[in-house]
């Protein structure tokens, strides 16, 4: 909570004159309260993943992404509260590109893994699996490339909020389009599952329990195998 609070001047570097001390401070403190969180959340997603014969179904990988993105999503935050990066990045794209990364597969999945589990997550056809399957991948493809569509223009010091943009910044603004309609297909397709979900009948296909997420383990053959 403390590194929450005092972390704030990284947000004012290149916008208001301030105490040299502070400045430094924030970029500190983007790196102390930054990577052991990543370090430590990407550790512990790993071990609870490895060997725990987890059944993947929508729920269960779309809170994987979400715990990705989340930890994925803050390395852009943290590279722009370097005082040295951010006199080339500051009010550039490269700040929606951050914020898009953990907001659209950090928080968004998680919103979607409680709704594919209120529906009973399990596709009910061969044709529904392959077809979630193939969603997601198109979501994770046009989310990641949208993301980076943004932080390549920021890199580029493109600034934020132009409505009219110099010829020499249209590519990235055209692979960042043809990345949100990625987006945009695969989320039709999340929203479609759901509503049907959601229209059935009660008691068909229902919230699953915790014992749906783990396929049945044979003790004696995982021991063999390590």
């Known amino acids: 909570t403390l590194f929450v609070i005092i972390v704030f001047p990284h947000h004012l570097l290149m916008d208001y004159a301030g105490p040299r001390w502070m400045m430094i401070m924030g970029q500190l403190v983007s790196f102390g309260a930054g990577f052991p969180v ?3 959340t990407a550790y512990g997603v790993l071990t609870n993943i490895y060997r725990s014969n987890i ?12 715990v990705f993105g989340w930890a994925v999503g803050i390395v852009p935050a943290i590279i722009d509260g370097t005082i040295i990066d951010n006199q080339v990045m500051h009010n550039t794209q490269w700040v929606p590109g951050h914020f898009h990364g953990y907001r659209g597969r950090g928080v968004l999945p998680r919103v979607l893994a409680l709704l594919f589990h209120v529906i009973g997550g399990g596709a009910r ?3 529904e699996i392959a077809t979630d399957k193939l969603s997601l991948a198109i979501y ?9 569509a943004f932080l390549d223009a920021g890199h580029l010091s ?3 909020r132009y409505a009219v943009h110099l010829p020499e910044w249209v590519p990235n603004d055209k692979a960042g389009s043809i990345a949100a309609m ?7 397709w ?3 599952r759901v509503i049907m979900g959601l229209l059935r009948p009660p008691g068909d296909g229902g919230p699953e329990t915790a014992a749906d997420f783990k396929a049945p383990l044979d003790v004696g053959r995982s021991h063999a195998a390590g």
Do not use: Q
């Open 190 to 192: 999340f929203a479609g």
């Open 182 to 188: 990625l987006v945009i297909l695969g989320m039709l």
């Open 140 to 148: 994770v493809l046009g989310g990641i490339s949208f993301s980076l």
């Open 125 to 127: 056809s061969s044709i």
């Open 158 to 160: 493109v600034p934020r």
């Open 55 to 66: 059944r993947w179904k929508m729920p269960s990988r779309l809170l994987a992404l979400a």
């Open 38 to 40: 990543f370090l430590v």
